[in-house]
C-alpha cells in the first residue's frame, strides 16, 4: 500500500469557491509573494465558505494569519470544528489554518467558513491530502502522459493546439471553444490526475469517469497559469477507465485547455517502487514526507 500526497494551488478549479471569495494579487498586497506560487485567494464577507471534497486519510489547508484576519470554522464531514483564529500581529505565511489526520479511507466532504463579522478576512493557500492507495504489498508505479497521446482522443474539429503551447508541459497542448466539446482518456491504473491551463478566457467544465456522477468545475482564472490540477481520483480499481472532460463555456468564447495527465498503476516490487507524490510544483511541508 502505497501513502499518496497530493497537493493543490488554491487555483485548482477542484476548491468551490462561493461567489463572496476574490483572488488576491500584487496590485492590492505586497505580500503576495510570500504565498505559495505568489497566488492565494481570499474572504472577507461573513459566512463566506470555501469547499473541498477528496478521497483519503488526512488533510491539511494552508494560509497566512495576519493583522486583517479574524475567525473560521471548518466542518469536515459532519462536524465543525472552531472557530479559529487567523488573526497575527506580525504577517506569517504558509500556516496550517486545518489539519486532521485520523481519517478512514474514503470520500470526505471539507468547508472552510469565514465567521469575521466586521470584514475581517480569511485566505487560502494550498489544500494538501494524504490518501492510501493499493493494498498490503503493493507500490505505485506512476507514468505522464502528454496530451498527444492516442490515449487522449478529442473530437479533432474543434480542438486546436494553442498559441501559448510553449507554457505547457513538453511544449504540446489541447484546447477547444466549442460547446460541449469533449476530450476522453482512456488509461489503465488506480489513479489519475489531469493537468490543464486556467485564465480569463477558460470556464465552466464537466468531468465524468467511467460513467458514473457528472461533476462541474470552474476553470476561469483571473490569470493564466498552467500546470492546473483540473481533476484527480485515486483507488480506482484495476482494469481499463474512461475519464471525460466537455466544455461547457458561460459565455461564447470560454475554453477548456489540456495539458497532460499522471496515471499510477501498482505493483507488487516494494523493493524498487518509490511512493507516489502527486503537486502542481514540488513544496516541501513541515507536515508532510514528500519523497519525489
Known amino acids: 500500500m502505497s ?40 474572504n472577507n464577507v461573513t459566512n463566506g465558505a470555501a469547499s473541498f471534497s477528496f478521497n483519503g486519510t488526512g488533510v491539511w489547508i494552508y494560509g497566512a494569519k495576519r493583522g486583517n484576519h479574524n475567525t473560521y470554522t471548518v466542518q469536515l ?12 500581529a506580525a504577517s506569517e505565511f504558509m500556516q496550517v489554518l486545518f489539519n486532521y489526520t485520523t481519517l478512514s479511507q474514503g470520500l470526505h466532504n471539507l468547508t472552510l467558513t469565514n465567521t ?28 505522464t502522459v502528454q496530451d498527444t ?3 487522449f482522443q478529442y473530437q479533432s474539429s474543434v480542438w486546436a493546439s494553442p498559441p501559448d503551447a510553449n507554457f ?12 460541449l466539446a469533449s476530450v476522453s482518456f482512456i488509461f489503465t491504473g488506480e489513479m489519475v490526475t489531469l493537468f490543464g491551463a486556467t485564465s480569463a478566457s477558460t470556464g465552466p467544465y464537466t468531468v465524468q469517469l467511467d460513467g458514473g ?10 490569470l493564466p497559469f498552467y500546470g ?34 499522471l496515471i499510477s498503476t501498482v505493483s507488487n516490487d516494494t523493493t524498487t517502487v518509490p511512493s507516489a507524490v502527486r503537486w502542481e510544483i514540488a513544496i516541501f511541508l513541515p507536515i508532510c514526507h514528500l519523497i519525489s
Open 149 to 151: 497521446d492516442p490515449r
Open 168 to 179: 505547457y508541459s513538453n511544449g504540446t497542448g489541447h484546447y477547444t471553444e466549442g460547446y
Open 116 to 143: 469575521g463579522t466586521s470584514s475581517e478576512y480569511v485566505d487560502i493557500d494550498l489544500i494538501v491530502w494524504h490518501s492510501e492507495v493499493g493494498s498490503g504489498g503493493q507500490e505505485l508505479v506512476t507514468e
Open 3 to 42: 501513502l499518496v500526497t497530493n497537493l493543490i494551488d488554491d487555483k485548482s478549479p477542484l476548491i468551490l469557491y462561493d461567489l463572496t471569495w476574490l483572488p488576491g494579487n500584487s496590485w492590492d498586497d505586497s505580500s503576495a509573494d510570500q504565498y505559495y506560487l505568489g497566488t492565494f485567494t481570499t
Open 77 to 88: 464531514d459532519d462536524v465543525t470544528y472552531g472557530p479559529y483564529t487567523g488573526y497575527s
Open 213 to 222: 456522477n457528472v461533476s462541474k468545475y470552474n476553470g476561469t482564472a483571473f
Open 228 to 261: 492546473v490540477t483540473l481533476f484527480h481520483a485515486d483507488n480506482l480499481g484495476s482494469g481499463q477507465h474512461n475519464l471525460t472532460l466537455t466544455n461547457v463555456p458561460a459565455a461564447t468564447g470560454q475554453q477548456l485547455c489540456i495539458d497532460y495527465a
